[in-house]
């Protein structure tokens, strides 16, 4: 299984990007999937996760941060609106499949303000 994130990008405070995590080749179906991210000097730390139907959220990303998942084509989103400056970082998704867990190669998020 590999996992490939993708949609990051530059944007100003206040904006929005949506990132995508895609399998490629054959695809299965995620057990639980979600994102971490990690800033510069920072250790990674969790986004936001979902497991069936059930998201859950860091506080820091509460009521701005979406997580879904598409599982006609195994496939994870996360919609990130009124992004602020402190959101800059490299996101990884993961997301455990058959028992394992699988980490996507991660995707640059920059905000300026």
């Known amino acids: 299984v590999q996992l490939q994130a993708s949609g990051g990008g530059s944007v100003q405070a206040g904006g929005s990007l949506r990132l995508a995590c895609t399998q490629s080749?054959?695809?299965?179906?995620?057990?639980?999937a979600g994102w971490f991210r990690q800033s510069p000097g920072k250790e990674r730390e969790p986004v936001a996760n979902?497991?069936?139907?059930?998201?859950n959220y860091e506080d820091a990303v509460k009521g701005r941060l979406t997580i879904s998942r598409d599982n006609a084509k195994g496939t994870v989103y996360l919609q990130m609106n009124s992004l602020k400056p402190e959101d800059t970082a490299v996101y990884f998704c993961?997301?455990?499949?058959?028992?394992?867990?699988?980490w996507g190669q991660g995707t640059l998020v920059t905000v300026s303000s």
């Open positions: 080749g054959t695809f299965f179906v995620l057990d639980w």
């Open positions: 993961f997301a455990a499949i058959r028992g394992r867990i699988y």
């Open positions: 979902i497991r069936e139907s059930i998201e």
